[in-house]
């Protein structure tokens, strides 16, 4: 079956440091890759996406590239800041509806 | 547009009680789904729903029922509540199944069974 590993937090950076938090999956056919991301007491948004291999997501500063031949979806972002500061899910959508996610990684950032 | 909504934002339940969870949204989504969240665990799937009518079991489907009457509501029972059932939950729906396709979180219910 399908299943996403992802890296063990928590992670703490320095503000404007770099963020890689690795992202790797298991699965069948052609899966859609995601990140979500948790703000303290909130629900899960979509923070970015790719749906086929070499497609690059990216928003609000934060990369992943869907790269086929190594199973990865790492998520990256050159310049932390305070309010980056969450919970961070790596996911798979595969040809059903359901979406597997990773266990989580918690990020946080000091001024 | 609210979204997908959930309510109670907080539960205190004693082991044996009942309780619905409810979740809403106002996009016509055809699919809706509800996680449990816990610590180390990510996100697991319980049940989930294509439409109107049709329902499924997810990965932890074990003592919750649900039903999916009209596309905007999707309920979760608790029929029995255990302590293991102490988490928190997430409702979510989104317009397609299929790989591409976002799914759109409810901001949560916290559940402590004692």
């Known amino acids: 079956g399908n299943s996403v590993t992802q890296m063990e937090g928590p992670v703490t950076l320095s503000e404007e440091a770099f963020l890689t938090i690795n992202c790797t999956y298991t699965?069948?056919?052609?899966?859609?890759l995601f990140w979500y991301v948790q703000y303290p007491g909130e629900g899960l948004q979509l923070l970015l996406k790719?749906?086929?291999?070499?497609d690059k997501g990216s928003n609000k500063g934060f990369e992943a590239t869907y790269r086929k031949e190594t199973t990865s979806f790492h998520l990256e972002k050159g310049s932390v800041q305070v309010s980056d500061s969450a919970v961070y899910f790596c996911?798979?959508?595969?040809?059903?509806?359901?979406?597997?996610f990773g266990k989580g990684t918690l990020l946080t950032v000091n001024p | 547009n609210a979204g997908v909504t959930q309510t109670p934002k907080f539960q205190v339940l004693k082991t044996g009680q009942s309780m619905t969870l409810q979740c809403a949204q106002d996009?016509?989504?055809?699919?809706m789904s509800w996680y449990r969240q816990d610590p180390g665990m990510g996100l697991r799937l319980i049940h989930y729903?294509?439409?109107?009518?049709?329902?499924d079991q997810g990965e932890v489907p074990n003592g919750y029922n649900v039903s999916r009457s009209t596309t905007e509501d999707f309920p979760l029972r608790l029929l029995s509540a255990a302590p293991s059932q102490t988490s928190v939950y997430f409702c979510?729906?989104?317009?397609?199944?299929?790989?591409?396709?976002?799914?759109?979180f409810g901001p949560g219910t916290r559940l402590t069974v004692l």
């Open positions: 979510a729906s989104s317009y397609e199944g299929g790989p591409g396709h976002e799914q759109f």
């Open positions: 699965a069948t056919g052609y899966p859609s």
């Open positions: 790719a749906t086929k291999a070499d």
């Open positions: 996911a798979l959508g595969g040809s059903n509806y359901k979406l597997t």
């Open positions: 996009m016509n989504h055809e699919y």
């Open positions: 729903s294509v439409g109107a009518g049709i329902t």
